[in-house]
């Protein structure tokens, strides 16, 4: 697994709309996952198109994904850590093959049908709430893929994981995530 470079926060004053695209790609690790996660198109509405995270070209390892960083800072609560909020579009067909994070993230399914296959740390499946009760927090088996769908939810820690489009549309997960600042947000671990 490649060793990621400490990069100092240059958003340590600024608010999330102040941070360049290349700051984000430096913060995540260029030539990582998180390059190819964070620098995906997604087309915004066009109202908000001043406010859009810039995006740009994927790069090889996934297939048919796209990301948008809705925002990103660094609380003063978690000294070196860094909190993010993502929006990942996944097309039918498409994934990402095993990879890790670094830190704890919380991933909501907004939408379609999503397969996710656990390969270490912590996973914990909750599904969708009926009558306002979400359902009971589920242990997934290491290496078992789950179906997820709308509304379903994992809290996942320091995970190693492959996902994707098991149906026939678009899959759009929300994934917010406290993680280890200067690293990057997603590794590909090659071999698996």
């Known amino acids: 697994m490649p ?15 102040d941070v360049s ?14 390059a ?19 995006v740009g070209t994927p790069a090889a390892g996934a297939v048919g994904v796209t990301a948008q960083l809705l ?17 990942f579009t996944i097309t039918p067909g498409g994934g990402i093959p095993a990879h890790s994070h670094p830190g704890a993230l919380v ?6 049908t999503w397969a996710y296959t656990p390969l270490g740390g912590t996973i ?3 599904r969708a709430a009926t009558g306002g009760t979400p ?9 078992q893929e789950v179906t997820l769908t709308a509304g379903d939810w994992l809290f996942v820690e320091d995970p190693q994981d492959e996902f994707r489009n098991a149906g026939t549309d678009d899959v759009v997960l929300l994934s917010a995530g406290l993680t280890r600042a200067g690293e990057p947000f997603t590794t590909l671990m090659p071999g698996m």
């Open 3 to 17: 060793t990621p470079r400490a990069v100092a926060d240059p958003s340590a004053e600024r608010s999330p709309d």
């Open 21 to 34: 695209r290349r700051e984000v790609m430096i913060r995540l690790g260029a030539g990582s996952l998180a």
């Open 36 to 54: 190819l996660l964070v620098a995906a198109s997604h087309q915004p509405a066009p109202s908000a198109a001043q406010d859009a995270t810039p």
């Open 71 to 87: 925002g990103v800072g660094a609380p003063a609560s978690a000294p070196g850590l860094e909190l993010g909020l993502r929006r």
């Open 107 to 112: 991933i909501l399914v907004e939408a379609g």
């Open 124 to 126: 914990r499946l909750t």
């Open 135 to 143: 359902g009971p927090v589920e242990d997934v088996p290491m290496g």
